[in-house]
């Protein structure tokens, strides 16, 4: 399975960017996605998470009423809405991927996820 992640950009404090990230070589709605953020010297934190189908979501406590995510299975797409960026938002996001049994499941811990994209850089200045 292949990941490609892209939308990141530079913005201003309280701007807008969405994350686009596709999926190839398996298929789509078998997988649980989720969102990552890294920045130098720290692990990689969750940001948000998505179920296979019925739109279950988990957000990181920081991003809450800030960030959507969403997914389009006939697309193979997930996306990460992201509004009202604050300098702290800065960091290179990754999207990542794992093939769950369940449809109503999503996973919220980088160790549970079996395939990651190559990231894209956000950056917001203020």
């Known amino acids: 399975v292949q990941l490609q992640a892209s939308g990141g950009g530079s913005v201003q404090t309280g701007d807008s960017l969405r994350l686009s990230c596709t999926l190839s070589g398996r298929t789509f709605s078998s997988y649980a996605m989720g969102w990552f953020r890294q920045v130098p010297g720290k692990e990689r934190a969750f940001v948000s998470a998505?179920?296979?189908?019925?739109?279950?979501?988990a957000y990181a406590r920081s991003v809450k009423g800030r960030f959507t995510i969403s997914r389009d299975n006939a697309k193979n797409a997930v996306y990460l809405e992201m509004n009202n960026l604050q300098p702290e938002d800065t960091a290179i996001y990754y999207c990542a991927a794992r093939n769950a049994m369940s449809l109503r499941v999503y996973y919220t811990e980088a160790a549970d996820f079996t395939a990651w994209g190559q990231g894209t850089q956000v950056t917001v200045s203020s």
């Open positions: 998505i179920s296979r189908s019925f739109g279950l979501t």
